[in-house]
C-alpha cells in the first residue's frame, strides 16, 4: 500500500511541476502576445497616416 501511495505522491508533484511550468510558459507567451498587439497598432496608425496624406485620386 505504502508503494500506491508513494506512486500517486510521485504522480500529483510531476503534475504541480507541469502545471507550474505551463504558467510560466503562459506568461512569457501572452507577453509575447502583447508586445506583438502593441507593435500592430503601432503599424496600423502608421499606415492609416500614410492613407490620410495620399491625394483623393490615389485611392
Known amino acids: ?3 500506491s501511495l508513494d506512486h500517486l505522491e510521485n504522480s500529483v508533484d510531476q503534475a504541480v511541476a507541469r ?3 505551463l504558467t510560466v510558459e ?3 507567451l ?3 502576445l502583447a508586445d506583438a498587439n502593441e ?5 496600423s ?3 492609416r497616416a500614410l492613407a490620410e ?3 483623393e485620386s490615389a485611392l
Not at 39 to 43: D, E, G, N, P
Open 30 to 32: 501572452r507577453g509575447e
Open 26 to 28: 503562459n506568461a512569457r
Open 19 to 21: 502545471l507550474v511550468a
Open 45 to 47: 496608425a502608421k499606415l
Open 1 to 3: 500500500m505504502n508503494t
Open 39 to 43: 507593435r500592430m497598432a503601432m503599424a
Open 53 to 55: 496624406q495620399l491625394p
